[in-house]
Nanobody, 125 residues
């Protein structure tokens, strides 16, 4: 079992920044890939960013590329999502996810095995 707890969400003006954190427990954190997804009201949960177990490989959705940065600290069992130049369309509940079984970085939601409870990000115009 893996437990994931997100934090760092909140209300920010357009153009501002937030850093989300996701603390993991229950398994060897450094052995699995991690991802961030988001879900806006009335929409499907969509991929935002992912990072390999080592932190070397990252991938991003086109909508956040160049503005968001995913990273991890395996000593702290934590993955981060630095979000800059935020836009109103970034408003969503943000979820972190762990891929325990199978390969590395993936954009596919069903490849992730464990999910956090989510943290709300609201960007005002």
């Amino acid at each position: 079992q893996v437990q994931l707890v997100e934090s760092g969400g909140g209300l920010v003006q357009a153009g501002g920044s937030l850093r989300l954190s996701c603390a993991a427990s229950g398994r060897t954190f450094s052995r699995y890939a991690m991802g961030w997804f988001r879900q806006a009201p009335g929409k499907e949960r969509e991929f935002a960013a992912a990072v390999s177990w080592s932190g070397v490989t990252t991938t991003y959705a086109d909508s956040v590329k160049g503005r968001f940065t995913i990273s991890r600290d395996n000593a702290k069992n934590t993955v981060y999502l630095q979000m800059n130049s935020l836009k109103p369309e970034d408003t969503a509940v943000y979820y972190c996810a762990a891929r325990i079984y199978g390969g590395g970085v993936t954009l596919v939601r069903d490849d992730y095995n464990y999910w956090g409870q989510g943290t709300q990000v609201t960007v005002s115009s």
